[in-house]
């Protein structure tokens, strides 16, 4: 009947091995069929002279990633926060849910070409319409998370709070905010993936600095080496973000982790 | 004076029937098991008894006063046990405190000593995840029984449980409870479990509910861990015949 707790962390190193494998064989026949074909590299640019672009322009990659990160991280940071907010006010009050979500559910029809050049007209060239677009994408997949989260807990356990004599709100902290935990971070992680591209495309559509304003240069200049290194660049954003979410959740739901075989 | 009294009561759910004139009370340190078939609106009762719905017709009074006047009457379990997978199992266990408002560190230091009763000693820093059914069940128990209300309502407790887990369940139930005199009404469909638990049963009919039977049991305990005696077969023959008779539909 005793049970030991179980390790946590398993072969996650090996575990990591294929997907490595995998990526380095890509890049590596990419970079053989390069130079077998002898193509232009105003065509097909070799992953080595993409790195080596990097690192030429290292000083102008950084300055202009700095605004792009600017961008993300405070359009996802204001849509994080206005989605959990609303989230509350949508669990409580399902007629404003009823009322409301018909108009989160069309801002997620929007295209993002059309609508950006929009909001840069509307706003200028500052921060302001980049945060507005990767708030606009990132926003809908994590209210639905956090709505659709809360719908999940199970009735048994809102029954026997209830039983307890705990209030909407006790239920609401003890069991319906806890239960949506899962739920928000798969949401989290679809969004973080959205961040940046939207970002870099509102940079695209019209901005002073961005890594989109360096993929806009590179083109107008036929540079589609200096394109890539700033895609790379974008990549490597979006996985760290990716990353950081993964530790959060695993530091939030280290619950999960800690599962039985039951 | 009975601790729980239940008379006539009588409710629908729109055109259901699900409770006909249903009567029965509990005295105070007395084990009370409601036997029925499966659909028969047994856990409807207790959903009357948490104030969850209200009876069409009928009185409910607790310590020879109405229902409505206390809030504090009863501690609940679920059928399954509605563990918090995200809270450590003390934590589980102080939920019921925690939200009368109890400061965690003060229903902490009341939980810990029971563990050990429970069979729970070493797991309180476990999440429910990382126990067996049976520590899960009696987790429940003990979060059910910490609270001191006066009355403990089991509904099905140990049903989700493997046939050798539940008969263990029982026993340890069956231990713990003749120690500690818990007015109880258990919710079970399992004939031997009633026999065996019960100062008294009732049998209730399939929807709508009505009391068809009510037996009082005068056998010593423990019960469980001796052979069945003649009169208790005798019982568990009756019941099941009256049982199965109303599993019509």
Not at chain 1, 157 to 171: D, F, H, P, T, Y
Not at chain 2, 7 to 32: C, D, I, M, W, Y
Request: charged share 15%.
């Amino acid at each position: 009947m005793q049970r030991p707790m179980p390790p946590i962390r398993g072969k996650g190193l090996a575990r990591g091995i294929p997907a490595v494998l995998s990526v380095v064989s890509a890049f590596a026949l990419w970079e053989i069929y390069v130079r077998v074909s002898g193509i232009s590299p105003l065509l097909l640019p070799a992953p080595s002279r993409v790195v080596d672009q990097i690192a030429q322009n290292r000083a102008l990659l950084w300055g202009h990633t700095v605004p792009t990160i600017t961008a993300t991280l405070t359009g996802f940071a204001c849509s994080a926060v206005v989605a959990f907010a609303l989230s509350i006010i949508l669990d409580f009050m399902p007629r404003v849910r009823r009322a409301l979500f018909p108009i989160f559910v069309i801002s997620q029809t929007l295209p993002l070409v059309a609508i950006a050049p929009l909001v840069v007209l509307w706003f200028g060239f500052d921060l302001t319409p980049k945060i507005l677009l990767v708030a606009l994408v990132t926003f809908f997949p994590m209210l639905v998370a956090l709505v659709d989260g809360y719908e999940a807990t199970d009735p048994e356990i809102e029954a026997l709070l209830r039983s307890m004599g705990a209030s909407r709100a006790s239920v609401f902290r003890i069991a319906r905010l806890p239960s949506a935990m899962p739920y928000f971070f798969a949401g989290l992680r679809i969004s973080i993936t959205y961040a940046v591209v939207a970002a870099i495309f509102a940079e695209y559509v019209g901005a002073r600095a961005g890594l989109g304003i360096v993929i806009l240069n590179a083109k107008n200049s036929y540079r589609p080496d200096l394109m890539l290194a700033a895609v790379v660049i974008s990549s490597l954003l979006t996985l760290v973000l990716f990353a950081v979410t993964a530790v959060l959740q695993r530091i939030v739901l280290r619950w999960r982790d800690a599962g039985g075989d039951t | 004076m009975t601790a729980l009294c239940i008379k006539n009561v009588g409710l629908s759910f729109g055109a259901t029937e699900v409770l006909r004139s249903v009567s029965l009370q509990v005295e105070p340190g007395e084990f009370v098991s409601i036997l029925g078939p499966s659909g028969a609106g047994k856990s409807t009762l207790f959903r009357l008894l948490t104030q969850d719905v209200t009876p069409a017709c009928g009185t409910i009074t607790v310590d020879g006063t109405p229902l409505s006047a206390h809030s504090r009457a009863f501690a609940f379990m679920p059928q399954r046990d509605a563990l918090l997978p995200w809270r450590r199992v003390l934590d589980n266990v102080t939920l019921g405190l925690e939200i009368q408002g109890t400061p965690r560190s003060e229903a902490r230091a009341k939980a810990r000593p029971l563990f050990s009763a429970f069979g729970l000693a070493g797991f309180e820093r476990h999440y429910p995840a990382q126990l067996s059914g049976g520590m899960r069940q009696r987790a429940a128990l003990l979060r059910t029984v910490i609270q001191q209300r006066p009355i403990q309502l089991l509904d099905e407790p140990f049903g989700a449980l493997d046939a050798l887990t539940r008969m263990q369940m029982q026993r340890w139930l069956e231990a713990r409870w003749q120690e500690a005199n818990w007015t109880t009404l258990l919710i079970t469909h399992d004939v031997r479990e009633a026999v065996a638990l019960s100062d008294r049963i009732y049998v209730l009919s399939s929807r709508p509910a009505r009391v068809i039977d009510e037996i009082v049991i005068t056998t010593p305990r423990p019960r469980l861990d001796r052979p069945l005696t003649d009169s208790a077969r005798a019982l568990e023959d009756r019941l099941l015949t009256t049982l199965l008779t109303q599993t019509g539909d």
